[in-house]
């Protein structure tokens, strides 16, 4: 199975359904693994888990306190769109 490294700027309504569908309540740090870099460096990502591939979601410390449980309650589209705007201003 493929693996892909995704920040959210760049996930798609594919993606986000798939969150919501494997993580219905929000996620917050306990959901995150811990990836290492080749030079020692790490950075944290949510594993969500796609029909022929992962994706691992890079999620930063900012991003995840500015995401509220409210937000899983919005339609896809606008959830993109809200995660997006989160993750740029990171």
Known sequence: MQRYIKSFATLTDQHISLIKDQYPSGFDKNDLV?????DGRS???LEVRGQDAIYLVKVSND???KVDDDLWDLPDNEL???LAEMSSTD
């Open 34 to 38: 811990v990836m290492k870099t080749g």
């Open 43 to 45: 950075f944290e990502v």
């Open 63 to 65: 991003l995840l306190e």
């Open 80 to 82: 993109l769109g809200e």
